[in-house]
């Protein structure tokens, strides 16, 4: 997630945004721009957008990659109507993570894959679905970078270069992720694809340890484009469900401590 104050840097420039209404999007030129741009290195271009929700009581934490062009326009849209509602503070930044995280047909995915390792009954519903409506406090969405990044105004997917060969990406991991996840001590953290596990691995080793025993690692990307995503699945499924066995054990212990 994004520093909160952030927020007050570009609150003005969303305002200055017409709002949407009708199904109707903002295109690449109306926020792919100058007024919201953040930093650019090696080829890679990074972008604002109010992704500033944060949940230390999260019980689980989904880690992507970076938002895509998708999930950044649904968030200005969302903060833009937010704002002409009357939203302010945390529950503005609730009604953006709630609109933008993890939208699209993965999510149907992504909740099939979390009931299948046991993570529904170690949060004790019925189903993570109800991760994205009744039961969202006990969740936390984020990214490796939270910020969109783009190379050639395309969704960064995390190669060309390497994520952890961009010095500015490299350091916002090691600063705002770190923070991010070592605010939420109660979390089950999930990787979500290949490049946010080595983002997750590069902290275990360079940051925190205590990030490693919680970590879901080698979870694969939820993605119907991600072709060996069922392969990867069923070949982890048996670590994974240890994993959260344990964790539910961690946690009725520390419950009677």
């Not at 090691?174 to 080595?198: W, Y």
Request: charged content about 20%; aromatic content about 8%.
């Amino acid at each position: 997630m994004l520093p909160v104050a952030e927020f007050d840097r570009f609150r003005q420039a969303i305002l200055c945004l017409p709002e949407k209404r009708n199904g109707e999007k903002y295109n690449r030129q109306e926020l792919m721009c100058p007024r919201f741009s953040l930093f650019s290195d090696a080829g890679l271009d990074a972008y604002y957008a109010p992704f500033h929700h944060l949940n230390p009581n999260a019980r689980l934490a989904l880690v992507g990659l970076t938002p895509g062009w998708t999930q950044m326009e649904e968030a200005f849209r969302a903060a833009r109507s937010g704002l002409s509602s009357g939203l302010a503070g945390h529950a503005l930044f609730d009604h953006v993570d709630k609109v933008a995280s993890f939208s699209g047909p993965m999510r149907r995915n992504l909740v099939e894959m979390l009931d299948g390792v046991g993570l529904n009954a170690l949060l004790g519903i019925g189903s993570c679905s109800e991760l994205f409506a009744q039961q969202k406090h006990l969740v936390h969405f984020t990214s490796a970078v939270s910020v969109p990044t783009f190379k050639n105004r395309e969704n960064y997917r995390g190669y060309g270069p390497p994520l952890l060969q961009v010095p500015k990406l490299r350091k916002w991991i090691g600063e705002n992720l770190a923070a991010e996840l070592v605010s939420m001590p109660h979390a089950i953290i999930v990787p979500l694809g290949r490049v946010a596990d080595e983002a997750i691995q590069f902290l275990h080793k360079e940051h925190n340890q205590e990030l490693a025993y919680r970590s879901l690692n080698g979870f694969p990307h939820p993605s119907g484009a991600n072709g060996h995503r069922k392969t990867d699945y069923a070949r982890g499924l048996g670590q994974w469900r240890a994993q959260v066995i344990e964790a539910g054990r961690r946690a009725l212990q520390a419950a009677k401590s």
